[in-house]
């Protein structure tokens, strides 16, 4: 029975002559078994046949570290006495020893690997190790590689590197692959659940698979300078919602984002530029963790009514071909009277009703998710005047790259009005600010 992780061995006398603990771990392998002398010395039963003994007296745990491959062995018959075992779920327990009195901390294991040993030293300190079933090891040297620290960060920068017969260290936390001319993500990947950072800039993607959003550590995503035609609506509905917090796009292929885009709530950093974006998504404002927003150099005519709500540190709109207000057409889709399902979405929303799929067929509630809010404060769902104001930037960002090189920092905004008597209180405001 064998465990690889890391390994801090305190001794509890230590206190009693005033030294400290170093408080270092280090990797190391743990092997229970017996032994060489007591599996090769024969034993008389009471019928006179011979064995090599079963009864877990002589079992023993091994503990080898690099710099102590030969390693330590410790008794553990009637020898453990106490477990703790509260982070076992963390990959974390410790086994405190009579005799010695030393607590042997164990940290960074598999969560089932670990439950798994730790019922083997529970058998082997009953005696009853050999009677349970439990494989044992030979409790002999290990070889260098097996005591190594698991590389987390991973580095390929050329396609020669790229490891075609070998897989990814199961434990990277960083991993880069850039100028590789990928034209996929390898599925190798969505297996790495350790994974922190991937940066996959410089290659090739065209599509980005659905699994990526199974990597729930997952907080960088970097795809900078690749082939990317769209961001799938699945990656919104998957774990990155909760780990995302740096998602770069810049240099693609992207005509839009996802309307779902904004589920992705934990979102810090998010770069945009030089793709072929027309819209940004409708309800960007709900990023509310958002601080650093950079979508240069698309084809942005407008802002959505959402970027009002946005509060951050630095925003670069510089080169879009922002329309002016003035010049776009009100989009007029307000009946009267107003119909039951509108006057019915209203208040749902209005009154923040509880909403879902199993209480309200699919379409309606999309329409609930999606929907506008008037300068008067009020939720226009379907019947709505749409038209641009001219907004200043600085009302929402610290710091603002100049929209044109003209020095400006203001846009056009989506605003939307949910009545005729809201449009035309704006209407009439413009009027009286221009004539000031």
């Not at 010695?100 to 005696?127: E, N």
């Not at 991993?175 to 659940?193: A, F, K, T």
């Not at 084809?299 to 071909?321: A, E, H, I, K, Y």
């Amino acid at each position: 029975m064998k465990l690889q992780c890391d390994v801090e061995v305190i001794n509890r006398m230590l206190p009693s002559c005033g030294l400290k603990s170093k408080g270092r771990s280090s990797r190391a392998v743990l092997s229970i078994g017996r032994p060489e002398r007591e599996r090769a010395a024969p034993s008389t039963g009471s019928n006179g046949s011979t064995s090599t003994g079963s009864s877990g007296s002589g079992l023993h745990l091994l503990i080898c570290t690099s710099r102590d491959r030969s390693g330590a062995k410790y008794k553990l018959k009637e020898n453990v006495e106490k477990f703790f075992t509260w982070f076992v779920e963390e990959g974390k327990a410790t086994v405190r020893l009579k005799e010695p009195a030393i607590d042997i901390c164990l940290s960074k294991a598999d969560v089932t690997s670990l439950k798994s040993f730790l019922s083997a030293v529970r058998l082997a300190q009953r005696g009853a190790a050999a009677a349970g079933g439990v494989p044992l090891s030979a409790l002999c040297p290990v070889r260098a590689r097996e005591v190594e620290k698991p590389k987390q960060k991973l580095t390929v920068l050329s396609r020669r590197d790229y490891p075609l017969t070998r897989s990814f260290p199961p434990a990277l936390q960083q991993l880069q692959v850039s100028y590789c001319q990928l034209s996929r993500v390898d599925l190798r990947v969505l297996s790495l659940r350790a994974l922190r950072r991937l940066d996959l800039s410089n290659n090739r993607i065209r599509a980005l698979p659905a699994g990526l959003g199974d990597l729930r550590a997952l907080a960088e995503l970097v795809l900078h300078n690749n082939q990317l035609e769209r961001f799938g609506d699945e990656l919104c509905c998957s774990g990155l919602q909760t780990s995302l917090r740096l998602l770069d796009l810049s240099h693609n292929l992207l005509p839009a984002l996802p309307a779902r885009f904004c589920q992705l709530r934990q979102l810090v950093t998010l770069r945009l530029d030089h793709n072929r974006l027309q819209r940004l998504p409708f309800h960007l404002g709900r990023l509310s963790a958002l601080r650093f927003l950079s979508a240069a150099h698309n084809q942005l005519p407008v802002l959505p009514d959402g970027f009002r709500s946005l509060r951050l540190d630095t925003l670069d709109l510089f080169g879009n071909p922002f329309a002016r207000a003035h010049t776009l057409q009100p989009r007029m889709l307000i009946t009267l009277p107003l119909t039951l399902q509108e006057l019915a979405a209203r208040t749902v929303l209005d009154h923040r009703v509880p909403h879902s799929p199993q209480l309200l067929p699919l379409h309606l509630c999309r329409e609930l998710d999606f929907s506008s809010v008037c300068v008067c404060g009020r939720v226009c769902v379907n019947a709505f005047i749409q038209t641009a104001v001219s907004f200043n930037l600085h009302q929402v960002a610290h710091t603002v790259v100049l929209v044109d090189n003209m020095g400006g920092t203001e846009a056009p905004v989506h605003t939307h009005f949910c009545s005729l008597l809201c449009y035309c209180q704006h209407m009439d405001e413009c009027v009286q600010r221009e004539l000031r």
